[in-house]
């Protein structure tokens, strides 16, 4: 899976936001969780092949897909 773009969604302050693997800044910030969801699966889909990483509130990841 090295060659995927993964996008991650992961609490940001007291929203949620999609950002890149390895990046410092995020791409965007929603104020619910399934928003963001949705948008990073939204980018996914357009540059493949990608992958998403969802954090839950706990930090822990919750789901992962991958998107060829």
């Known amino acids: ?3 995927r773009t ?3 969604v992961i609490s ?3 929203e949620w936001a999609v950002k890149l693997e390895g990046e410092n800044e995020v791409m965007q ?3 619910s969780h399934e928003d ?3 948008e990073a699966i939204r980018l996914a889909k357009e540059h493949t092949p990608s992958e998403i990483k969802v954090q839950g509130e706990d930090g822990n990841i919750v789901e ?3 998107y060829d």
């Open 12 to 14: 940001h302050g007291n």
């Open 6 to 8: 993964p996008y991650w």
């Open 64 to 66: 992962r897909q991958s």
């Open 1 to 3: 899976m090295g060659d």
């Open 29 to 31: 910030t929603f104020s």
């Open 36 to 38: 963001a969801r949705e």
